[in-house]
């Protein structure tokens, strides 16, 4: 069953057609056209269409046949009784809502109609009155136009002889000012006015041609003559040097007026304009800078086609005037005196581009700004590369020769001083470069600030190579053969390389973290660097690598002292024929020597490194404290001078050594005065053994041994406190000579102890201040 509302385009359609019909009968005009077209439509179509089905009287509603009788009968033979309560509903609600509809535009419309009657009522009282105006002024008009014709007509004829008198009057003066024209011209040159003496003779010209061979012969000649004069003092300033450039110029526009030809003096000129920009580039002033843009002005005007000879001449002389600032780069200068001539030539050139934009020099002056701050950055940390290696190198030089007290430690505090002060000097020097707010240093922040971190990532890089080369690890480059002039790498003193090896540790430990801090305080930003490159400034890969290279340089200190005493030994072991060695009468000279060397490692280690953080105990390096000395029983067999027992000592040292626990001797180097000596001495006395093993001894010789090794006990006391690893090491020469000995009878304690007594005394005796 059909029902009164369908899709919700249908009913708006409806609707919309119901208020076009409401309109129509307010305004008492006939329906839409659409509406009586959209309601025929689907009446052609039903009747176009065989199958289709009469139209409904349900939805003839608002056409204008409507029958309300058909209408309700149809309505209710056709709806249930719950179908037409709906549609009572939904009626009453269109017809309240066509009722709200309806009002609302007659209200809207009255208020339009209340507001067009006030709008006509206003207009008419305005228009009284207007018609009697404007006749009244029409006739005021007449009035002055006739008084105007009648004023006109009488002073006709006097005008037209006003007229011809003013120009009889232009005339005169014209004729004066030719007759007068060579006293002008005159005057014009005495008072060097040459600009008003081309005036007055282009004016007059015409006058000449005109009538110079009859009237004014006279005064054309008089006029030529001065005009000749005037030339000739033209041509006297363009070729003056004392002349400004500006001067001669104008000198030229003048000959130009004068249609003298100027082409074949435009390479003369241009000849004068090229020596003094090379006179510009010696002093430069912003006066000359201020000339030269108007020089350039003035020829881009006479000459029209010199453009490209002034855009050459313009980039040749700041190229030169840049050139001239990279020459005094190589001499270190400050940051502030660079930006100071850098930001005037930046004004100079802004100034004469805005002469000739084509010259593109503010993008030249850009780039070759941006070359040299980064050929700066470079330079300062070559410099500072080099201060450092004269600090190193000066000590070298002096190392030589004997040393004073806390001399070492003086040279390793300014090595330090001179790494960490003069890395903090340059981040000042540095921010200049960034503080400033010109327009130069705006656009070159951010590489600059790349710039200052990847210079001091290549520059800590840089000093590690030169590290190398100078405690002769590596060979040096050439660009470094300069710096190490002074410096012979295959005599390089240790104490070098131990101040190289503590100064890494310095640079690790102190420099490196204090200048990652302030480039994060005042040089973070950039980003102009490519992100496959990675961050310009890593500080953990540069503490890494002085790390490895201060445990380099130590262990190379360590290897180079245990070398020299190692030679010593071997010439100590070689030389005599221990076979047949005279019995001991004294310590050995040698025992001398090395305690020299020694006392040499000892002084060079306590001024430069610090003090020990653990001393070794007793228990430190040893598994347990037992050893041959004290064993009670092993003493007892030492002591014994029978001959049996004595050469069965051999295998009862073997024996007591199974049982004796393992003894750490050789442990991790540590930048201490305790650990470097330890592991000098024991390096020494570990060569020494294997010295001893290659030689063959008979008893006098290892009674030698013996006693030297005995002496040696009691006098490395002092150097280090690891007295077991010592007298083990030194035990475990005595047991190699023993081995090496063919009748391998010892000293008796008493003699030993006599002779050692002795050489105390005799070293005693020889410095009475050592305690």
Sequence with gaps: MATASGAPPAAMDEKARRTRDLLASFYNTEPSAASAAGAAAPASLARSSPAAAPASPLDSINSTSFDPEIYMNVLVQQSNLEGLLQRHVKMAAEIKNLDTD???????????????????????????????????????????????????????DKRENIEKLHRTRNLLRKVQFIYDLPTRLNKCIKTEAYGDAVRFFTGAKPIFEAYGDTSFQDCKRASEEAMDLVIQHLQAKLYSD????????????????????????KSNLLEKLEDCLLNLQNEPTQASISDISKTFRAYLIIFPDSERRLIELAQALFSNRYETIRESLKKRIPSTDLLAMLRSLWEDATAIDEVIPEAAL????????????RQHIATAFLHLQNEISDTLVRTHSTSNEKLEESQLQTAMDTSKMKVSQGCIDLLQEFHHLIDGNAELL??????????????????????????????GRSKSFPKESSALDSVQIDKVPTVLVLMLAQLCVYIEQTTIPKVTEELASSFSGGGSRSYEYGPPFVPGEICRLYRSSGEKFLHHYINMKTQKISKLLNKR??????????????????????????????????QILPGQIRRHRHSDSTGSTTSSRSNPMREDMLNRSNTHRARSQFLENHLAKLF??????????????????????????????EFVRLQTFNRSGFQQIQLDMEFLKSSLKEFVDDEAAISFLLKEVNSAAHERCLDPIPLEPPILDKLINAKLAKIKEQNPNMQ
């Design 442 to 471: 705006v656009k070159l922040r951010d590489l600059i600030i790349d710039w200052v971190q990847e210079g001091f990532q290549d520059f800590f890089q840089k000093l590690d190579r030169h590290f190398h080369v100078l405690s």
């Design 362 to 373: 503010p993008a030249f002056s850009l780039e070759t700004t941006r070359d040299i701050i």
């Design 573 to 606: 072991f070689t030389t005599p024929v221990w076979i047949k060695h005279k019995e001991p009468r004294e310590v050995n000279m040698f025992v001398d020597l090395l305690l020299l060397e020694f006392n040499g490692v000892v002084s060079e280690v306590k």
């Design 660 to 689: 004796e626990q393992k003894m750490e001797i050789f442990t991790k180097v540590e930048y201490t005065q305790e650990s470097v000596i330890s592991t000098v001495l024991k390096l020494c006395l570990k060569s020494l053994q």
């Design 242 to 265: 004392s002349e400004p450039i500006e001067a001669r110029a104008e000198a030229v526009v003048l000959l130009k007026q004068l249609n003298f030809p100027v082409d074949n003096l």
């Design 102 to 156: 309806l009002q609302m535009l007659v209200y809207e419309n009255y208020n339009k109609f209340i507001s067009a009657t006030d709008t006509i009522k206003r207009m008419k009282t305005n228009i009284v009155g207007m018609e009697a105006g404007m006749d009244q002024l029409l006739s005021k008009i007449t009035s002055v136009q006739s008084k105007s014709d009648t004023v006109n007509t009488s002073l006709f």
